[in-house]
């Protein structure tokens, strides 16, 4: 995670809170029993809060898109290219990117699968799969306004008549 100037003020900002719940938490209770219990779910509750505004602002501040995407298939695989580009306003340091690929030319299954005179098993049923996903990890930091190249190949499936790419992009 990249520490920006609004980082630094949620972490400021949540140690303020804490720090004026607590007086509030000792000014009310002067029982220990209730002054520890409370004092206790006010640091769970503030560490949970903080965490969880970083990441959204961390969200908003990484922006990260795919461009240029070229895929063709070869004899057994499909090669995939194509560029990442940041157009955030923090540095980029790894990508994950998930490419699922889903058969196009399914065979419609018409109702003789079924036929119980034939000795049905539904076990025994031929399932092919029609999707596969394969996940790539692509580092090295991608500056905001800039963009980095990538080539990856993903097995073409025997049994597929023709396909199509899914794309999922993950930046931290």
Known sequence: MYLSQFHIFVIFAAFVVYIFSQFL?????????????????LIIFVLIFGYSTLLTIDS???SVELRN????????????????YNNGKVPVKTCELNIGIINLGIKKVDGSIFDLS?????????????????DFKIEGIINENASKSFKV?????????DYKLRYILNCK
Do not use: M, W
Not at 74 to 79: E, P, R, T, Y
Not at 153 to 161: A, D, I, Q, T
């Open 60 to 62: 908003f501040l990484k």
């Open 153 to 161: 190949s993903v097995p073409y499936p025997k049994h597929f008549e």
């Open 118 to 134: 034939k000795g049905f098993d539904p076990l025994k049923l031929n399932k092919i799969r029609n999707f596969y996903s394969h």
């Open 69 to 84: 995407q070229k895929d063709y298939k070869s004899a057994n695989k499909v090669v995939i290219s194509g560029q990442i």
């Open 25 to 41: 938490i000792i000014y009310f209770f002067k029982e220990k029993n209730k002054l520890y219990t409370f004092s206790f779910t």
